[in-house]
């Protein structure tokens, strides 16, 4: 069997038997320290900023026979600022009518009558009249004048015949004329020069001539690391030999955080129950 060191410096709690032996859980012990000295309990607030005795004030008792003023007893006044001071006033009566004194008479009844009515009054409507016999049309014995003002300016005019073409005659002279010189300065200033053309190389014609021999294919590498197995030796796998520890003592599963740190008997009544449960 293949064993650990963990499992070797570790066990898992296995008995002679073969079974598990399952941690039983461990009652804290309580290690209070009896001093004989009260607790100091006061902080440095309560110490510096004490509190004082606040006397409460004495009732104020008023006499039996206290009323207010101007009100009667048992009665309380529920009228406010605004309306004592804004009190509603009586609905307004209708004024009559203003008569213009123009006028002497009373005003009769309503008449319907409007501007428009009075001033465009509605006529009758006249019979139309018959149409006249139809009469013969008499043409006017002078001619309409036609003839508009750009007319009358502008008249139209007979049509010329065209004129024949007229060339220049031409002349020949005697004399030569010059050729048309096309040198620029450039030219002038900058001349081509003549460039002779160097001989074309020329080799020998030699023999071509066929290696007996094979080509040597193999490169530095190839040469410089040749493999011989003879020579190389392949290394073993290293297989690490297991040294199984087995303790005899059970695991300690105590932290340093229980040590230190004992629980009160009050909050541990589950542990109690448990070891009961355990020796019985």
């Excluded at 018959?130 to 013969?136: R, S």
């Excluded at 690391?225 to 030796?233: E, H, Q, S, T």
């Amino acid at each position: 069997a293949v064993v650990s060191t963990q499992s070797g410096h570790y066990g898992r709690g296995i008995t002679a038997g073969g079974k598990k032996d399952r941690t039983l859980p461990i009652k804290p012990v309580e290690s209070s320290r009896k001093t004989g000295e009260q607790f100091y309990g006061t902080t440095t607030t309560s110490h510096f900023f004490k509190g004082r005795q606040i006397t409460p004030p004495k009732p104020i008792i008023h006499s039996s026979n206290y009323l207010p003023p101007e009100v009667v007893l048992g009665e309380m006044s529920s009228e406010t600022t605004t309306r004592a001071h804004y009190k509603a006033a009586a609905s307004p009566t209708r004024a009559k009518p203003i008569i213009p004194q123009t006028v002497r008479e009373k005003p009769g009844a309503f008449l319907g009558h409007t501007t428009n009515k009075d001033t465009y009054p509605a006529h009758e409507v006249q019979t139309r009249p018959k149409p006249k016999e139809h009469e013969p049309y008499v043409p006017p014995a002078v001619k309409m004048a036609d003839i508009s003002v750009h007319r009358e300016f502008f008249k139209p005019h007979s049509v010329q015949a065209r004129t024949k073409k007229l060339s220049p005659i031409p002349k020949r002279s005697k004399t030569l004329i010059p050729k048309f010189d096309d040198n620029t300065t450039h030219k002038e200033q900058f001349k081509e020069w003549a460039i002779d053309r160097p001989p074309a190389f020329a080799e020998r014609a030699t023999t071509l001539r066929i290696p007996t021999g094979t080509m040597n294919n193999r490169t530095m590498q190839q040469s410089d690391f040749v493999y011989d197995k003879n020579k190389v030796v392949r290394t073993m796998p290293i297989i690490p030999q297991l040294k199984v520890r087995r303790s005899e003592t059970p695991m300690d599963t105590i932290t340093s955080y229980r040590n230190e740190f004992k629980g009160l008997q009050n909050k541990c009544r589950l542990a109690e129950i448990l070891m009961g449960q355990a020796h019985a």
